[in-house]
Nanobody
């Protein structure tokens, strides 16, 4: 079982930036494909970004493409989400998740373990 701990959320004005971190343990990090999801109040959890084992391939939801960047540091067992040009609609709890393989099936119900999440609030 992979344990995930997210951090880095906060309150920021529209147009600002935040960097989220997710520390993983319980499995060799370099064997995991890492994902970021988010969940706004009253809405389902949605895919944001993913990165493959080496960091050479990244995938983004259309809503964040060009503004968010996912990256990873396998030496630190950590995945990051750099969020720039933030908008009020980016307000949500952000979660990371993992798989041992990449799939474009981003249905959150198919992921086994989640961290506690980190709140991001963007004010207008």
């Amino acid at each position: 079982q992979v344990q995930l701990v997210e951090s880095g959320g906060g309150l920021v004005q529209a147009g600002g930036s935040l960097r989220l971190s997710c520390a993983a343990s319980g499995r060799t990090f370099s064997t995991l494909v890492m994902y970021w999801f988010r969940q706004a109040p009253g809405q389902e959890r949605e895919f944001v970004a993913a990165v493959n084992w080496s960091g050479s391939n990244t995938y983004y939801a259309d809503s964040v493409k060009g503004r968010f960047t996912i990256s990873r540091d396998n030496a630190k067992n950590t995945v990051y989400l750099q969020m720039n040009s933030l908008k009020p609609e980016d307000t949500a709890v952000y979660y990371c998740a993992s798989r041992t393989y990449y799939s474009s099936n981003y249905n959150y119900k198919t992921f086994g373990s989640w961290g506690q999440g980190t709140q991001v609030t963007v004010s207008s």
